[in-house]
């Protein structure tokens, strides 16, 4: 572990910015929405009966500003299912209880080189640790939630992702039916996790309590709001609401750019430069430290399970808007 400089914490030296004018901003967000919309490239996800039903032409792009400007084009106010998107979000409230180093000696944190859902990845590794944003990381991360029962870690991770969103977020009752009929994979896991004693409480309740997370209604709106919480430090710009410690906030995108976008995720920053999260719902979020966040959604997939439209309209938006965290000019 690299041992903090003395006199580095509390620092006000940190890396910001500001969004272009308001103008400026929503004419771009516009742009990005016409020039992909008639892209039908990809395919809905199957992972669970219902996500392959919803309708693959809807696409929305928000982006709420630090300041807490908010800024639409097309479906931004359609319910989808959160997915994996909330792995971030639940790993912030979790540092929050127990510290970041707790979490990383216990969950992992470095990226796996292998399928979000791998078995192999558990296997391989001597210490049975992967990272928060694959799922058994993710799993891991749910099993340490605080309360006694699966209600009680239930309730923290819904309210919690709520002060996120600043609205009380609902279960989808559908798509979590459709998952928990169909999620033996997760269960296993939990299961291979438990035995080497990488889970922290009962598989099975572990596994229901990940399925209704990732089962949330959210729409690109609230996903814009939550991405705009981490990068405002973990202030939510719309309620005023401290989420999360800023400290953290830092831990949980560097993860984020570690293994957002799954096997994609180096490339995704070097194209974008920017952490990120997708899910297989249809949804990608992205924090531009500072200055924003933004989300997109768009059912069809790539082979990597990251929305083929949000990709696009997000790389399109971070270049013209000069979101790039990586991107300098001479002096």
């Not at 903090?4 to 103008?23: A, D, K, N």
């Not at 400007?69 to 979790?94: E, H, N, Y």
């Not at 799993?139 to 709520?162: H, Q």
């Not at 924003?292 to 971070?318: E, Q, V």
């Amino acid at each position: 572990m690299v041992e903090p400089i003395e006199g580095e914490v509390g620092s006000t030296f940190i890396s910001t910015g500001h969004l272009p004018s308001s103008g400026m901003v929503q004419a771009l967000v516009d742009q990005a929405r016409e020039r992909f919309k008639d892209n039908d490239e990809g395919q809905n996800a199957s992972h669970y009966p219902a996500l392959a039903l919803v309708p693959r032409d809807l696409f929305g792009i928000c982006l709420t500003g630090s300041d807490g400007q908010v800024f639409t084009a097309g479906d931004v106010d359609v319910d989808f299912t959160i997915m994996s998107i909330a792995k971030p979000f639940t790993l912030a409230l979790i540092y929050q209880v127990l510290g970041a180093e707790i979490v990383r000696q216990k969950v992992g944190l470095n990226a796996t080189g292998l399928p979000f859902n791998s078995v192999q990845a558990i296997e391989l590794h001597p210490d049975r640790k992967t990272n928060p944003m694959v799922n058994p990381g993710a799993l891991a991360t749910v099993s340490l939630v605080p309360g006694r029962t699966a209600e009680d870690k239930w309730s923290f991770i819904r309210e919690g992702l709520s002060r996120f969103a600043g609205r009380e977020l609902t279960l989808n009752e559908q798509i979590y039916a459709s998952a928990s009929a169909s999620n033996s994979r997760n269960r296993g896991i939990s299961r291979i996790l438990y035995d080497y004693k990488r889970l922290y409480f009962d598989p099975e309740e572990t596994t229901d309590v990940y399925t209704r997370q990732s089962s949330l209604n959210v729409t690109a709106r609230d996903l814009a709001v939550m991405a705009a919480t981490l990068a405002d430090g973990g202030v939510n710009p719309l309620t005023g609401e401290r989420v999360i410690e800023a400290s953290h906030c830092r831990h949980v995108l560097a993860v984020m750019v570690i293994s957002g976008m799954y096997n994609s995720s180096g490339e995704w920053l070097f194209d974008v430069g920017l952490p990120a999260k997708s899910g297989v719902g249809g949804g990608i979020i992205t924090v531009a430290p500072g200055k924003g966040g933004m989300a997109t959604f768009a059912p069809p997939l790539d082979p990597s399970g990251n929305s083929i439209r949000g990709k696009l309209a997000t790389m399109f938006l971070s270049e013209r808007l000069g979101l790039n965290m990586l991107a300098s000019a001479s002096a």
